[in-house]
């Protein structure tokens, strides 16, 4: 599962706002359609193991070729890899908070001298 920082995200006039999480609803949407697609190659390789379907030699190798080139990678490093993009989205949205207010307190000063 991913763990999301709950830590303090502000927009326009300092109000508190939810972080936006398009990209782990992307992520998520992304995965169960490649979930779906290998339940579809792994039944086409049960039938042809179990000899309802006439292997294809070309076919095999390009399912080998998908598979050798999928990295392997536990699910720890993908979800550290996650909240790692996670994080620096929420550092760069308080930056760009911090540089809004910075840039709002500078305004009125100079309106003030």
Known sequence: AVVSTQSGHYGRGGTK???????????????????????????????VLSGEVPADKELGRQIMEVVQAVPNLDSDTITNMLNSHMQDLLAVEYLTYLTRQQLAVSARLNQIL
């Open 17 to 47: 706002k939810t972080p936006n999480f398009n990209d782990q609803e992307n992520i998520i949407t992304s995965c169960d359609e490649m979930i779906s697609q290998i339940n579809v190659v792994m039944g086409h390789v049960k039938k």
